[in-house]
């Protein structure tokens, strides 16, 4: 075994013994392969990041956001001492457990699995590395999924508790968990030893979260204003920035002053990169690229020089730092969020077509779980059949329909409850 410097042996263990491999590649750029060649990595392709797939060929999917992230992620932790792999493995990996139709689909899936501990996408992703997706089997039979180590397995919690154990933000509990129940027991055994506190999240999770913001940030306003959603100049109206800014505090920043949020936009206005007009020349579209890789470098460096200022140089691994993030940067990154919240995912014309998003998983789950294993893929039915019960039956529903894409959702529901071909599909 290759010792990878700032892990222990512990850190690189598996939760099913495997015999000992070549030493060429260290344990976590195996788990970093293994995501990279899973099922479930390839089917982020069809699903939305936050213009549908369909809508053309050139907007971000899960997949190229989960890739983007994972380029952002790997040089930041690098830089900061993390090992360059688990973060690559988590970023890969931090997107595998949400459904078709993007956080629409995820609140639909909650509604349907609220009486068995409801459903979140990054509880599902801890749930197809360990169990759903198919590499090892433990000593009792059951599936160990991908069998990754400890510490890429915990860099990829980005909500380390289970729903029961939420902690309190913003004065309310949060929503957001990372552990269904029955995945309680891989989730005590990679933990043990870490001398983690309860919900303290590793430096290489906190490493993904943040590349995660910073490129949806940016590649999101991109993705809508190269797809004709709106231009930059449009926030100098004091109509149009007044609602940017209600929705980045509703959404993003809702403890945080109209003025302080209205200085983040001003900042970023004022950089000599930001594109007023987009008219989608070679020109400008070379200068909207430029803005989202400068403003990449600016989030992610400002982090870098937060963190060394707080704990010097050296190897920063799993609980013996903590990533700094100026709040400025925070507000910075919220801003370029509710720009396309504003402008894409909260637009009136998008309503009805989240209504019916719904509307298909929640018919296409009562039908499957009116049939038994019937209309289940093999592996799925399986898993349907050893249930002990049924709300282990219906979490296998919930965990077929959560592994669809956008198109086979779509798919599924019009064969199966419309009972009609895909092209005569309403979508």
Known sequence: MVQIPGY??????????????????????????????????????????VVAPSSSDFVRTRLTHSLEVAQVGRELGATLGCDPDVVDTACLAHDLGHPPFGHNGETALNELASE???????????RLLTRIETKTFRHTGASAGLNLTRASLDAACKYPWLREDAPQKNGKTTSKFGVYVDDAPVFNWLRAGSGA??????????VMDLADDISYSVHDVEDAINAGRFQLRWILDPVHRATAIKFTKQWYLPQVEDAVIEAAFSRLEATAEWVPHADGSRRSMAALKDMTSQFIGRFCQSAIDATREQYGPGELTRFNASLIVPESTEHEIAAMKGLATTYVMATEERKPIY???????TELVNLLNENGDRYLEPLFAADWRDSADDAARLRTVIDQVASLTDASAIEWHSTLVLGKSFNDSLF
């Open 116 to 126: 068995i501990g409801g459903f979140e996408g990054n509880a599902q992703t801890l």
């Open 197 to 206: 506190q309860a919900g303290q999240t590793c430096i290489e999770a906190q």
């Open 8 to 49: 222990s042996e512990a850190d690189e263990e598996r939760w099913a013994p495997e015999p000992p491999k070549k030493a060429y590649r260290t344990a976590f750029e195996r788990d970093r392969a293994r995501v990279l060649h899973s099922s479930a990595l390839r089917r982020l392709g069809a699903k939305t990041q």
């Open 355 to 361: 209504a019916r998003q719904g509307e298909i998983l």
